[in-house]
């Protein structure tokens, strides 16, 4: 399972860098074409349109669920 570390993106419309650093910690970008939420429990946009957004998250696979071959 991933690690969220940063869970943000960037509105390609207003160019806004939104992030949403706690569980429920929903934010909308200031022209309101897309919002980000889940902090660090989960990932979920919402959008106007597709391509409305960057996507900037950063996740890790903690080294105990990686396969080793």
Do not use: W
């Amino acid at each position: 399972m991933q690690k969220i570390i940063r869970n943000a993106i960037r509105c390609n419309i207003c160019n806004e860098v939104i992030e949403s650093k706690r569980v429920h910690e929903y934010k909308v970008c200031s022209c309101g074409a897309c919002g980000v939420d889940g902090g660090h429990e989960y990932l979920r946009r919402t959008f106007r349109e597709k391509g409305c957004f960057t996507e900037l998250s950063v996740t890790e696979v903690p080294e105990e669920n990686v396969e080793q071959h």
